[in-house]
Each structure stands twice: as structure tokens, then as C-alpha cells.
């Protein structure tokens, strides 16, 4: 699903320092940035607006300045393929505008069960695209919602952190990734596609995600700091 070619080449002085240390390249579609060339003003423009229609970004990532994806809400159906045993499992992805995206997300936790494992995602000291996984296992999910409320500012505008929660039983799987996108895995998918439906999160097989082309990510010193102190009150080693 990730486009092939990295932006991190293209040399940019204005795009590096607007970006300073919050923002860091995504990817761009044959290796040329639509960002090339745009001046500051406008770079400046670009990043400030949220909204496309209906759609509210949040503040981890926004897309490539040519919009060749504008972003929607709405979820697909897809495949995963092990690459090892060649089993192929059903994926939801889903894209949700930020006033409902929370409340979606933790609402897809609830069939996982009473007891979950989770991986948290972290690029916030590795080069773009690379990522380190923190694990905790067998946590009342419970108190895993009651904590990520908690935590609901880093989970949406922090373009480095990512986290899955996952049935220890079961091959079930609900990621909210570092593009605040929605993915589900699992044979058995009926009741996400109902927590989508009560989020009004349509199917769409049809739409495209920010990750299908250009785009940038943001973080901060502080979101990072907000990480190691949601990895304590998991109880997981940063």
C-alpha cells in the first residue's frame, strides 16, 4: 500500500526549514515532491488547513501538496497475505475524520474480549519509516480504554506514534497506525463493520488513503515525552 520512493532525497531549504524538527517527509509518488518549488507562504497555507469538505485531519500528518489523495472518510475492504504461509486474512482500512476517530477506534476494541495484548509504534528516534515496537501482554481492556482516554492527544496528532491491540487467543487484530488510519484484522469482521456503520463510517471501495501518496508527519519533543508516559502507565519498557 506504501508508495515505493522516499521524499528524504529531494533537497528542499525552505521545506527543511519550515519542517524544523516537527514535521518529517512521507513519501512521494516516482521519487519528485509536489512540494518542490512551492514557496513558503503557500507550504505555510498547506499545512495549516485541516479540513477537505467534511474531513477534519488531525495534526499528525497532512498530505502532498498536489492533493493527489484528498482525504475522506470512509473503509474498504482488503487482504493481508502472509508472506511466509501464504494465509490470506481479511483487513478493514479505514480513514475517519478526527471528531469521530477516537470514539471509532475504541469502539473496534470491543470484540477483541475482556483481556488483550498491545504494541505500541514509534518512529520518534528512527529515520522515516522505520519504527520500534513496544510490547505489554494480557491488559483488562478496561483499563486499556480508561488509560488511551487519557491519552487521546498523542493517539491523534502524533505522526510517530502508532498502537495495535490485539486478541491473545485469536488472530484479531485493531490498529490505529501513525497516519491515524483504522485497520482491521480478522476472518470474522462483522462486528467492526458494524462499529463502523454506528460511527458512520461508510464502505467505500473506492477510497484512497493518505498513505497512497505524498506526505509529511508531525511531532514534537513533547509528544515524545507524552509517549514514554503513556509507555510507564502501561506498564511497557520505552
Not at 60 to 82: H, I, K
Not at 134 to 139: D, G, P
Not at 202 to 230: C, G, K, M, Y
Request: glycine letters at 6%.
Amino acid at each position: 500500500m506504501q508508495p515505493e520512493h522516499p521524499i528524504g532525497e529531494v533537497q528542499m531549504d525552505f521545506l527543511k526549514k519550515f519542517l524544523r524538527s516537527n514535521w518529517r517527509d512521507g513519501d512521494a509518488v516516482h521519487g519528485k515532491s509536489s512540494f518542490q518549488g512551492v514557496s513558503e507562504d503557500d507550504l505555510n497555507a498547506h499545512m495549516e488547513l485541516t479540513r477537505y469538505g467534511d474531513f477534519t485531519l488531525t495534526d499528525a500528518v497532512r498530505p502532498a501538496y498536489s492533493l493527489d489523495v484528498v482525504p475522506q472518510t470512509g473503509y474498504r475492504n482488503e487482504w493481508y497475505v502472509d508472506q511466509n504461509s501464504g494465509n490470506r486474512i481479511p483487513v478493514l482500512m479505514a480513514s475517519v475524520t478526527r471528531a469521530r476517530l477516537f470514539d471509532t477506534f475504541l469502539s473496534l476494541l470491543e470484540p477483541l474480549g475482556e483481556t488483550v495484548d498491545v504494541v505500541l509504534e514509534t518512529s520518534h528516534n528512527g529515520a522515516s519509516g522505520n519504527h520500534t515496537d513496544l510490547y505489554r501482554e494480557h491488559i483488562d481492556l478496561a483499563v486499556l480504554q480508561s488509560t488511551l482516554y487519557d491519552f487521546e492527544d498523542l493517539l491523534l496528532d502524533d505522526g510517530c506514534c502508532g498502537i495495535a491491540v490485539l486478541n491473545p487467543r485469536k488472530p484479531m487484530e485493531v490498529q490505529l497506525d501513525e497516519h491515524k488510519l483504522l485497520f482491521v484484522y480478522g476472518k470474522d469482521n462483522a462486528d467492526y463493520k458494524h462499529a463502523m456503520r454506528s460511527n458512520n463510517v461508510p464502505e467505500n471501495q473506492d477510497v484512497r488513503f493518505i498513505t497512497e501518496a505524498e506526505h509529511v508527519h508531525s511531532s514534537s519533543d513533547e509528544f515524545q515525552d507524552r509517549f514514554e508516559q503513556l509507555c510507564y502507565h502501561l506498564g511497557i519498557e520505552d
